[in-house]
């Protein structure tokens, strides 16, 4: 987990830039309608735009809500688009971990957690911008998942936790389009700039690719008469 806060990136001038472009065209003959003008407020980085709340972007999550001070409002993937999916190994168990992100003062949580029995806790939307990498550029452009147990005890990779991730990895593929490889699918350790070891050695990722693109096959298989 990184505990480096990610602060938002200053967008200068973003209401002035639409308000006042509109009400420039709306100057010179009234082009564009106000319902014209809602929608292309919507598209602008940054604006948190009404959701449900306790939706899950996962039907197979749970809804245990991050403290908002541990990620940012945003509209992806209209402001941002998510080409990669981040593995992230906790150093702590399941409830640790969602009680930390919870934590304002902790300065980072990750979208979804995976416990070693395979439960998924969604705590962020994916619509926003989790601070979970330590590097803000792969922040924007991706759905972290952390999973329950030690990078240095083997045994608390299960195969139950396996399984449960690689199905919602998935499911995340599918929604944006992510191919399934190593360049879109990476551990935290490989994100620039940071100084963190997790998924670690123990994490068998030709086995998860497998696992994934067996779910991706079966999701897209046609139901039996």
Known sequence: MERTRDG?????????????????????GGVLARDELSRLWWQVPGVRKPREEGAVDYRGARW???????????DRPDDYAIDMVIVHVTQGSFDSAVK?????????????????????AQMIRELDVAYHAGNREYNE??????????????QDLTD?????????????????????????????VEVPGTDHTD???????????????????AAASPEPA
């Open 8 to 28: 938002s990136r200053r967008r200068m001038g973003r209401r002035s830039l639409i308000v006042g472009g509109a009400a420039a065209v709306l100057g010179t």
């Open 64 to 74: 245990v809500a991050a403290s908002s001070a541990n990620f940012r409002w945003a």
């Open 100 to 120: 930390v992100f919870q934590d304002p003062g902790h300065g980072a949580a990750s979208h979804y957690i995976v416990g070693q029995d395979g439960r998924i």
């Open 141 to 154: 452009r991706s759905i972290g998942i952390e999973h329950a147990g030690f990078v240095d005890r083997p």
């Open 160 to 188: 139950a936790m396996y399984a449960a991730s690689a199905r919602l990895t998935a499911g995340i593929c599918r929604r944006y389009g992510i191919p399934v490889d190593r360049e879109h699918i990476i551990g935290h």
């Open 199 to 217: 998924p670690g050695p123990h994490w068998d990722w030709e086995r998860y690719l497998g696992l994934v693109r067996r779910a991706m096959s």
